[in-house]
C-alpha cells in the first residue's frame, strides 16, 4: 500500500488500471494487502528450528479460525477490531 501511488501513476496509461484508482479499488487492494500480511506472519510462524507438524497445525487451525470470527464479523458490519 505504500507504493500504491507511485505504481498508479506508473500504470496510470493502461485501462485495466482504472477501476484499481476509484475508492472500491484501492479498497480491494488494501484488503488484498492486509490478507497477504496476515498470511506472511503465519508463515514466518510456521518456520524455523524445532517446528512440528502439532504446532504447525495449531498454527493453521487458530489462522483458520481468526479468518472465520472476521468473516462473521464482516457479515455482523462490526468494525471495531479492524484497523
Same mark, same amino acid.
Given at each position: !500500500?505504500?507504493?500504491? #501511488? /507511485?505504481? &498508479?501513476?506508473?500504470? &496510470?496509461?493502461?485501462?485495466? @488500471? $482504472? +477501476?484499481? %484508482?476509484?475508492?472500491?479499488? $484501492?479498497?480491494?487492494? &488494501? +484488503?488484498?494487502?492486509? @490478507?497477504?500480511?496476515?498470511?506472511? /506472519? %503465519? *508463515?514466518?510462524?510456521?518456520?524455523?528450528?524445532? $517446528?512440528?507438524?502439532?504446532?504447525?497445525?495449531?498454527? /493453521?487451525?487458530?489462522?483458520?479460525? *481468526? !479468518?472465520?470470527?472476521?468473516? $462473521? #464479523?464482516?457479515?455482523?458490519? *462490526?468494525?471495531? %477490531?479492524? #484497523?
Amino acid at each position: !500500500m505504500q507504493l500504491f #501511488h /507511485i505504481l &498508479s501513476d506508473f500504470l &496510470s496509461d493502461k485501462p485495466k @488500471i $482504472k +477501476y484499481l %484508482l476509484t475508492i472500491d479499488g $484501492k479498497a480491494f487492494v &488494501s +484488503y488484498l494487502a492486509d @490478507i497477504f500480511e496476515k498470511l506472511n /506472519i %503465519l *508463515n514466518k510462524q510456521l518456520q524455523g528450528p524445532n $517446528k512440528t507438524l502439532v504446532d504447525a497445525k495449531t498454527k /493453521i487451525f487458530d489462522f483458520i479460525t *481468526n !479468518m472465520e470470527l472476521n468473516q $462473521k #464479523h464482516i457479515n455482523n458490519k *462490526n468494525f471495531e %477490531l479492524f #484497523h
